[in-house]
């Protein structure tokens, strides 16, 4: 934390895996896009850093309602950065 409350935060996703859908290169490109700035977002917002709690290996998110055989990637990545910062926090 800096001087003025300020917290980096460093987050590693070593890997995504998402059943049911396929997606493109550019759809997985974009949906990477959609989750780390979502996430960013999110972890911004939080003022209260010590209610995380560490999380190591294997995170499994809520199961998603997705709507349609092609979700758009924006906004699929901004689902799944709910699941992951819901599980940490």
Do not use: C
């Not at 949906?31 to 700035?37: G, I, N, R």
């Not at 998110?61 to 906004?75: K, Y």
């Amino acid at each position: 934390m800096d001087s003025q409350g300020h917290v980096d935060w460093n987050i590693e996703i070593g890997q995504l895996v998402i059943e049911g859908i396929t997606l493109t290169n550019y759809q997985q490109a974009r949906l990477k896009e959609a989750l780390v700035a979502e996430l960013s977002r999110m972890f911004a917002d939080t003022s209260r850093p010590e209610k995380l709690r560490p999380v190591r290996g294997k995170i499994t998110g809520e199961p998603m309602g997705i709507q349609g055989a092609s979700p758009a990637p924006d906004q699929l990545g901004k689902q799944i950065a709910t699941s992951v910062y819901n599980t940490i926090i």
